[in-house]
């Protein structure tokens, strides 16, 4: 009697053998460099929304605008992750892939 169930689960494990390469496409280096470019122009628009979201915070502040002081603390807290989201991305993207190649 076959087993489906098990040739399904043995056709699973199969091992196509990729793995990640540079230079195997041309304009990697220009794919590298726009990325690196909308990192920058990110970085660049979050010290931007920091800068608005401190404002409207102490504008909200002074003012006694509670529902604007709110505001600008939630802009500041996330221009903040932003920032270090947009700052670790490679890092983060090199874990999990480091982290991916080990599993067999």
């Given at each position: 009697?076959?087993?489906?169930?098990?040739?399904?689960?043995?056709?699973?494990?199969?091992?196509?053998?990729i793995?990640?390469?540079?230079?195997?496409?041309?304009?990697?280096?220009?794919?590298?460099?726009?990325?690196?470019?909308?990192n920058?122009?990110?970085?660049?628009?979050?010290?931007?929304?920091?800068?608005?979201?401190?404002?409207?915070?102490?504008?909200?502040?002074?003012?006694?605008?509670?529902?604007?002081?709110?505001?600008?603390?939630?802009?500041?807290?996330?221009a903040?992750?932003?920032?270090?989201?947009?700052?670790?991305?490679?890092?983060?993207?090199?874990?999990?892939?480091?982290?991916?190649?080990?599993?067999?």
């Open positions: 009697m076959p087993f489906p169930l098990a040739d399904h689960v043995i056709q699973l494990a199969f091992d196509p053998g793995s990640p390469k540079g230079g195997g496409l041309p304009g990697l280096a220009v794919l590298k460099n726009v990325v690196n470019t909308i920058m122009f990110g970085i660049i628009a979050v010290v931007g929304a920091l800068a608005v979201s401190l404002g409207v915070w102490a504008w909200g502040h002074h003012t006694g605008g509670h529902q604007a002081e709110a505001n600008g603390k939630k802009g500041a807290v996330v903040a992750g932003a920032a270090l989201g947009l700052g670790a991305a490679n890092g983060i993207v090199a874990f999990f892939s480091t982290l991916g190649s080990q599993v067999q």
